[in-house]
Structures are given as structure tokens and as C-alpha cells.
């Protein structure tokens, strides 16, 4: 199956920085990546996604962008707050059956956005 | 419009016992998916359900099984808990034709003492 990497495990900085997590995948036939925050004891959220037939796709203060030669993608949030403290996680679909519930998720990455 | 409720939200069980959990998914969701999330990890797979049977399943032993009802609930059931069973137990749901986001609910937390 699939193996997800992702990096850093924690990540501070300081309000108005930027941050960026990354992520690596082994399945090169994996096609579609999405991003996704969970706040302490909250469910986890989709924030962003991005399909393999583009680089990068934005949304306001949060982009994704994909280098599928290297095989990695990653998250880019700038002008950080302190509402973008939470734990962020990457993932990658199941290839086998392309099956859009089975997903491997990377350990995640604790970002903590210092006033 | 009701997103994925699960019940119970904690609970606490003794090794050997056996536990349920239920979800609820989204309205419109036909998919149900079942995740484990240990303390500082991120989820893994369980297990599937589409049309009240299992369709694919995760690396977790035979003592993990489910089921999925006419109205598109469905549960989770643990037997003979071990003390690696406690997590967080997430469910999924999706509408199978569609690729892409999982709509989570806010977990199950399981102890295991």
C-alpha cells in the first residue's frame, strides 16, 4: 500500500510567519491530495485539496503544491494566526481499487502559532 | 444539516470486554468508514461499508468487525479489547460516486484499562 512521510512533526512560529509541512508518497499512481487540520478534540477538517493534473491551487492564506516527479506535496499557510494552531495531516488514496474512502494518512504535523 | 454524529463520545473499558460504536453518517452519504487514530498519530483505515457490506478493509485482526443498516448507520465493534485499543475511533462517511473530501465525525474515545 501506500506509504505517507510527513514533516516536520512540530512547528512553531511566530504570528505573521509563514509555515510549511511536506509530505512524500511512494504510490506514484496516487492522484489526489488533501490536507487536513484537526483542533484539540475536534474532528478533522478538510482545508484544501489538490488533484494530480495541477501544481499548486491556493485558497486565501493556505496553498498546496505537488511535484509529482519527486513525489511530494506540500502545505504552504502564510501570515499565520493563532486560529492556525492545530495538527495538520496529509494523505493519499488507496490505488489498488481506487477507493476515495481508503486513505493513508501521514503522523502529522503540530503547528503552533506563537502572539 | 446533520454532519456525522457518533455516540458514545468516551468510554472506558477493562481488557477482555467488548465494545460498540455507532455513526451516524451525513445526509446524502451512502459510504461509511470507520478509522482509528492512536494518541499523536493519524488516523488508520478499519475497515468500509457500502450497501450494508463490508467492501474493503485496513490491516486490524478479525476481533475489529462491523456493520452497516438499511438507513446507512453503522457500527464498529471491538471484542476481547486489548490495552493497544485504546484511541480514538473515527468515522467517515461519503457518498461513493463522489472522489475526494471525507466528512469525519468527532470520534469515539476509547480507554482500555
Known amino acids: 500500500g501506500e506509504n505517507v512521510e510527513q514533516h516536520p512533526s512540530t512547528l512553531s512560529v511566530q504570528e505573521g510567519d509563514s509555515a510549511v509541512i511536506k509530505c512524500t508518497y511512494s504510490?506514484?499512481?496516487?492522484?489526489?491530495f488533501p490536507w487536513y487540520k484537526q483542533e484539540l478534540g475536534k474532528r478533522p477538517q478538510l482545508i484544501i485539496d489538490?488533484?494530480?493534473?495541477?501544481g499548486e491551487k491556493k485558497d486565501q492564506r493556505i496553498a498546496v503544491t505537488l511535484n509529482k516527479t519527486a513525489k511530494h506535496f506540500s502545505l504552504h499557510i502564510t501570515e499565520t494566526q493563532p486560529e492556525d494552531s492545530a495538527v495538520y495531516f496529509c494523505?493519499?488514496?488507496?490505488?489498488?481499487?481506487?477507493?476515495?474512502?481508503?486513505?493513508?494518512f501521514g503522523s502529522g504535523t503540530k503547528l503552533n502559532v506563537k502572539p | 444539516d446533520a454532519g456525522v454524529t457518533q455516540s458514545p463520545t468516551h468510554l472506558i473499558k477493562t481488557r477482555g470486554q467488548q465494545v460498540t460504536l455507532r455513526c451516524s453518517p451525513k445526509?446524502?452519504?451512502?459510504?461509511v468508514s470507520w478509522y482509528q487514530q492512536a494518541l499523536g498519530q493519524g488516523p488508520q483505515f478499519i475497515f468500509q461499508?457500502?450497501?450494508?457490506?463490508?467492501?474493503q478493509r485496513g490491516n486490524f485482526p478479525d476481533r475489529f468487525s462491523g456493520h452497516q443498516f438499511p438507513n446507512y448507520s453503522s457500527e464498529l465493534n471491538v471484542n476481547a479489547l486489548l490495552l493497544g485499543d485504546s484511541a480514538l475511533y473515527l468515522c467517515?462517511?461519503?457518498?461513493?460516486?463522489?472522489?475526494?473530501?471525507?466528512?469525519f465525525g468527532e470520534g469515539s474515545r476509547l480507554t482500555v484499562l
Open positions: 504510490d506514484s499512481a496516487s492522484n489526489y
Open positions: 467517515a462517511s461519503t457518498h461513493l460516486r463522489d472522489g475526494g473530501e471525507l466528512f
Open positions: 461499508y457500502y450497501e450494508e457490506e463490508e467492501r
Open positions: 445526509s446524502g452519504h451512502d459510504t
Open positions: 494523505a493519499a488514496p488507496d490505488t489498488v481499487r481506487y477507493n476515495f474512502n481508503k486513505f493513508y
Open positions: 489538490i488533484r494530480s493534473n495541477v
